[in-house]
């Protein structure tokens, strides 16, 4: 079975651009959810997404945003990209929460670096 | 804020040594708690967990946990470390009603001398 697969696994863009990062979650789970690691930052939480609906947001500012779609996929978009923002990012995945379900299974990442 | 404190950021052993890694929560109602490893190289992988009963837990490759309610904490042991162990370990919690949200340690870089 295949695991949480990201695309692209490198990305080098310039300050100010936009940037999209994809993620296909393990079939079967319905939750995905998307970290920072930044050097020195540990793993910050981003944005936790359900059934197609946004949960939950970690403490951001509104230009990372993200989606998913139907087929349970999703993005992260971050628009004017800052020095800072060069980080590993994490997506994971989980069936719905629950008493027997508590396992989120993690990709490999998108290694991005903002110049 | 809740936050996760893990107080080691690396640790230097030789093979055969015991490990004891640190964290500590910081969040009064109910908790889940886990052991992530991050391999060179690798995606983060789940070593342990604790969600209710035995706050002793055991988890792949001889690592062991103890949930300690009063103390806040949840330390990561295993009795004799191999060169394989090296990597970076992450403690996270997760928070009732907060799905899968985790919230992550900083990390500590365990090193194992051959």
Redesign the interface.
Known sequence: EA??TQSPTHLIKTRGQQVTLRCSPISGHT?V?W?QQALG?????LL?Y?EGEE??RGNFPPRFSGRQFPNYSSELNVNALELEDSALY?C?S?LE?G?GT???F????TRLTVV | AQSVSQHNHHVILSEAASLELGCNYSYGGTVNLFWYVQYPGQHLQLLLKYFSGDPLVKGIKGFEAEFIKSKFSFNLRKPSVQWSDTAEYFCAVNLYNQGGKLIFGQGTELSVKP
């Open positions: 695991g949480v939750s959810y970290y930052l540990g793993l910050q939480f936790w359900d949960r939950n994490l994971a989980s929460w008493p508590t396992e989120a993690f990709g490999q990442g």
